[in-house]
């Protein structure tokens, strides 16, 4: 274990030169023991971050239950691979981390803190421990870290800067604290809530916030193994979930999709800037916008993944937004988004968050199916 002696100070990367944050999100290792199915996964999405992603997102998030029993050896063994990383990483408690009712082993491996902050370009990051009380089933944000968070959001406010909040669950499934982390993230405008736990791909929209979470790498149950990447364009948020080995990808970064509207987002009218990030073994040679019959070049950003062009609006209504790549060696890859044109889609607002999900979505990962404990009673 003497390598967790070696752990780096966590220091994300700036954005790339055209201003986009993003960072991509390993989902709950729910590690044991070196060799199993998990950690040759684990090893797979390292070597295909250090190859395609390490010079364009911020940095990589775990958002808890890395070891499965909280033990030192299975923190090891998650080391041995997040050592290769070429990417700076953070990482949040989950309740299989305090299975040994201690926070000693995951701070050794894992984080110098329990809960902290971070910047990165115009937005505050919030890390927070859904298990002040460490025991498993506690799901406990005590009063001392709720008073930390609202005075980390009161400063961010009146610094001007977007505020994202990582967190291992919903914030409805914690048993104390929960009413007022929601309160915080209404109060304070949080943008986006990102978060593990559930096991499966889901995203939420209650008009206000944002709430993703992403497949569990170690217990999955829907689907295959991958990683989700996030990026934030000025007040867009986009989110796509992409399968282990299933590079070239993009993702349009803005406008935003209908689906991902809140009432942070200004309402489209006349020119639309269209910009996405294109990531594979090689670089893009080509990257084209279409919308509406329109079919328009984008120019890549130097220094930078994003690609961008401005398209004239269709008018009023949504319309499909798709754009397209080739890479230096031939390989095809697209994304493709409705956008709401002089309108705001309703959403119909249910109190308990996860009760916003979004339905299936499977352009972008979410198979709608919610396969996994959160939703079906099953035990953890």
Known sequence: MSALALKRPFRPQSPDAAGVISWIHFGDLHMIKAGEQNHLD???????????????????????????DG??????????????LNVPWCAIIGDHDVHEKSFSNFLEAMSEQTHFAFTVGDTRFLAMNAFDVPEPPSFTVSEEQVLWAEEELREATSSGQKKVVFLHCYPSDLKVGGEEVSRLVRDYDVRLIDMGHTHYNEIANDGR???SATRSTGQIEEGPVGYSVT????NVVSWRF???GGLPVAVITSPSDERLLTKSNEILKETLKVRAKFWGSVGAVEGIAHLDGQTLPMKRVSDSHVWEAHVLSPGEGTHSLKVSFKDADGNLA?????????????????????DNALEAWPEHGLLGTQLGPNKNGKKW
């Open 209 to 211: 916030t944002l709430y």
């Open 242 to 244: 992409i399968e282990l």
């Open 71 to 84: 033990s030192r050896s299975a923190y090891a063994v998650v080391r041995s691979e997040l050592d290769r």
């Open 42 to 68: 684990l090893a797979e999405i390292v070597n295909e971050v250090n190859h395609a992603f390490a010079d364009s997102v911020s940095f990589v998030f775990l958002p808890g239950d890395v070891a499965d």
């Open 334 to 354: 697209s994304d493709e988004i409705r956008v709401a044109v002089e309108q705001r889609t309703e959403r119909k607002f249910q109190e308990r968050d996860q």
């Open 231 to 234: 990026n934030i364009d000025c």
